[in-house]
């Protein structure tokens, strides 16, 4: 709703006439708030009736794109001629002649012309194992060569699976197309056959994927996570996504809360310990002293779920708020007596369940509300920009404090972001968003103590694009072991990626079982020695 307010002169703007504006003012709001909401319902009924919703436009992002500079012939950069074949593994070469050389000719030498060709045919191999029979009783079988078959055996090649598993969950191709493609290739194979080499015997992938988790929140100094909708057997659920430059990992559980954050953090083993971090959490989240005293007595260490259960049916702590206020400190005191540092940073967009440990905030979410705010009049548009253009450039200059810490300069960036947030603008809309800032103040300026930390979780939600992608494509998982697979190489690829690993190459010394790719636990162990992602950047407190 767009409505101009007419000029009213400063000798008639009497106590009473300002009081009404503020009215219009608040009435304009939540009139734009509910033109928002009706959107949405609009949007919500075209979809229902299979019609397509309003566009989605996307609000600009606080890091613009950086300018273009040309080369000096004029072109663009990134245009330029590289040699695209010197890096290439010549597999054979094949010299030509002329059928007919010409009389008295004379052959100076040869000029090389790469020509890169993928070979995809089925190839099928009849192996007649010899059969012994033992001295005393019984018989033995030659064994395969190496790496014919896969760690789980079958009649099914290595290649074949490897192959199998990288369409699947690299270029995501959906099994039944996935079936019609391996048979155009002359695959005898049936789509329970297929099912099963995507989701049976993966205990090595997913006991990989567990390894890295725990080795990753040991070496980082922080770690960004997000989550996003991922539908399993017809119910809604979520998907969480933490990672950073070093590793990914995905899981998709029913809800979403601390305690299942928590739980993702942990992995498949559930560890509840009560120390001084628990206890600490515990005075933070003002827990009943009563409580906190009978937790501390006894027991201090748990290793299960029923286990904690039990004890807190022990203790007689049956309200729900004592319970999961109990429960996530003991989580987070089990955390870290695995080595996870109390210092680790969550970086997130701010949503409750993440803020565990050192919360770090995202300037961008926190910026959105302004971005897509709807101005009613020009005076209010012209407000909204001001405002986004102060953000801007405060954010610009914490960028610069990021790249090269000033232990002098952070008396100063929290002197102008106090003013920042402090000002009072006369919109109720604006306003808001700056309390909000306010009130996040440690978790936005959190890159002044750790520079390590990024300004924006845009990594993070980059990562879980991956299941968009994939809930668009298939919609939801039906079985268990479909969604654990799902999110286990998911996570395998995209660790794969951040550490400078083909995914083909993974997969295909994975599933032969040859051992010549390391653990990527210990090449993330490896890497944060020498990434500044896995070193600690605190600045000192003067």
Excluded at 460 to 481: C, H
Aim: with cysteine.
């Amino acid at each position: 709703m767009k409505m101009e307010l007419p000029d009213i002169k400063p000798e008639d703007r009497t106590p009473t006439v300002e009081a009404l504006l503020g009215i219009i003012r608040l009435v304009l709001d939540r009139v734009s708030q509910l033109e928002e909401t009706n959107r949405q319902l609009r949007d919500e009924i075209a979809i229902l009736k299979g019609q397509k919703p309003r566009p989605d436009i996307k609000p600009s992002i606080l890091e613009p794109p950086p300018p273009q500079v040309p080369t000096k012939d004029g072109k663009r950069p990134g245009s330029a001629k590289r040699p695209k074949t010197d890096e290439l593994t010549i597999h054979q070469e094949v010299p030509l002649h002329l059928p007919d050389p010409p009389v008295g000719s004379t052959l100076r030498g040869y000029e090389p012309y790469v020509v890169q060709e993928l070979v995809i045919q089925n190839v099928n191999t009849r192996y007649l194992r010899a059969r012994y029979d033992l001295p005393g009783g019984g018989s033995t079988l030659a064994p395969f060569p190496k790496g014919v078959l896969p760690v789980e055996s079958g009649h099914f090649g290595a290649s074949l699976v490897a192959f199998i598993l990288d369409q699947y969950h690299q270029a995501q191709v959906t099994e039944p197309l996935l079936l019609e493609q391996l048979w155009e290739h002359g695959i005898d194979i049936s789509s329970g056959q297929l099912h099963r080499i995507l989701t049976e015997r993966k205990e090595l992938f997913h006991q990989e994927k567990e390894d890295l988790l725990a080795t990753a929140l040991t070496v980082s100094s922080y770690i960004a996570t997000d989550d996003t909708g991922a539908r399993h057997c017809g119910k809604n659920g979520y998907c969480t996504a933490v990672g950073n430059d070093l590793f990914a990992y995905f899981e998709s559980t029913s809800g979403k809360s601390r305690v299942n954050f928590l739980q993702v953090l942990q992995g498949r083993q559930r560890d509840y310990v009560v120390d001084e971090v628990a206890r600490a959490y515990w005075k933070r989240q003002k827990l009943a002293e009563v409580v906190v005293e009978k937790l501390t007595q006894g027991r201090q260490q748990f290793a299960s779920e029923p286990d904690w259960q039990a004890r807190l049916k022990e203790l007689a702590i049956d309200d729900e708020r004592h319970m999961r206020i109990a429960t996530e400190g003991a989580m987070l005191g089990g955390l870290v007596a695995r080595g996870v540092s109390p210092e680790l940073i969550v970086l997130s967009d701010g949503a409750p369940q993440f803020v565990v440990f050192v919360h770090a905030g995202c300037w961008i979410h926190a910026e959105r509300p302004l971005a897509k705010m709807v101005p009613y009049n020009d005076p209010h548009r012209a407000e909204i920009d001001k405002v986004r253009g102060q953000i801007w450039d405060f954010y610009n200059d914490l960028k610069a404090y990021r790249q090269t810490p000033d232990e002098t300069q952070r008396p100063l960036l929290e002197t102008r972001f106090d003013a920042l947030v402090g000002q009072r603008t006369g919109y109720s809309s604006i306003d808001g968003v700056l309390k909000e800032m306010r009130d996040h103040k440690a978790d936005l300026l959190c890159v002044l103590t750790r520079p390590v930390v990024p300004l924006h979780n845009n990594a993070s939600e980059g990562d879980i694009r991956e299941f968009v992608r994939r809930r668009k494509i298939s919609g939801g998982t039906r079985s268990d072991e479909g969604r654990r697979c799902r999110d286990t190489f998911a996570s395998l690829k995209k660790t794969c990626r951040k550490l400078g690993i083909r995914f083909w190459d993974y997969l295909q010394d994975r599933v032969r079982g040859l051992g010549r790719i390391p653990g990527l636990a210990e090449l993330i162990r490896k890497k944060s020695q020498s990434a500044t992602v896995g070193t600690s950047q605190a600045v000192p407190v003067g």
